[in-house]
């Protein structure tokens, strides 16, 4: 079993940066994948980025490509998001989420809320 903790969440500025971590525990080494992913009032929940264990393959969806950055530290098992230019749109729940070994995200940490206000 795999556990998730997301810390980092906070409110900024138009424009601004943030930084998310996403801590694993548990049975890290059976992690494929780690994803982040993001629910804004009444929105779904949608995909943001990933980033595979066993390489350094990211993924992002065009809302975010060239703005966040995914990143990984195996020796720490944390999953890292870099937000910068970060607009009111960006307003979110952020949640952090592992495949392990099903071939879906089928493990999720509890999120963090993200706020772009001036």
């Known amino acids: 079993q795999v556990q998730l903790v997301e810390s980092g969440g906070g409110l900024v500025q138009p424009g601004g940066s943030l930084s998310l971590s996403c801590a694993a525990s548990?049975?890290?080494?059976?992690?494929?994948?780690m994803g982040w992913f993001r629910q804004a009032p009444g929105k779904e929940r949608e995909y943001v980025a990933a980033?595979?264990?066993?390489?350094?393959?990211?993924y992002y969806a065009n809302s975010v490509k060239g703005r966040f950055a995914i990143s990984k530290d195996n020796a720490k098992n944390t999953v890292y998001l870099q937000m910068n230019s970060l607009q009111t749109e960006d307003t979110a729940v952020y949640f952090c989420?592992?495949?392990?070994?099903?071939?879906?995200?089928?493990?999720w940490g509890q999120g963090t809320q993200v706020t772009v206000s001036s």
């Open positions: 548990g049975r890290t080494s059976s992690i494929v994948r």
């Open positions: 989420a592992a495949d392990v070994r099903s071939g879906t995200y089928d493990t």
């Open positions: 980033i595979r264990r066993d390489n350094d393959n990211t």
